[in-house]
């Protein structure tokens, strides 16, 4: 049997329904609501100060990670932001997040950024395996 590569790569329309499956996952009060995760994964697509990739073995997605970058008034330094990340259940803590990670700090670095950003909640001695350290409490409102 042959075994297919892990291809890291920018996410792309066609993975929207694998992309929508994981990020359920995520969410905190059931499903994401279909309509509005196909009216904002395109348009995460299109923006240039966004990326989103995804894990893949061929057609099969498994794991994907979203951000944007913007500038921060207070040091003038381009700050990239990692939004998102799941990878599957079964294929957790095998590498594929790390890859993730390194692959938006690339992308970060190519764009400009100096600084590289996230909230996490469970996952705070993963990112601090990969450098990350704690700084401040997120806080947030539901509009």
């Not at 909640?121 to 997120?138: C, I, K, N, R, V």
């Amino acid at each position: 049997m042959e075994v297919r590569p892990m291809e890291i790569r920018r996410a792309n329309r066609d993975d929207a329904d694998q992309v929508f499956a994981l990020a359920n996952e995520l969410t905190e009060n059931g499903e994401v609501p279909r309509e509005r995760f196909d009216e904002a994964f395109p348009d995460l697509l299109a923006h240039d100060t966004s990326h989103c990739l995804v894990a893949a073995v061929g057609e099969q997605i498994n794991g994907y990670a979203c951000g944007h970058y913007h500038v921060a008034l207070h040091t003038g330094v381009r700050v990239a932001y990692l939004e998102e990340m799941v990878v599957t259940e079964d294929l957790r803590n095998s590498g594929i997040g790390r890859q993730l990670v390194q692959a938006f700090e690339t992308w970060a670095l190519e764009q400009g950024c100096g600084r590289a950003a996230l909230a996490a909640q469970l996952a705070g001695p993963f990112y601090e395996s990969l450098g990350y350290e704690a700084a401040g409490t997120h806080y947030r409102k539901p509009l």
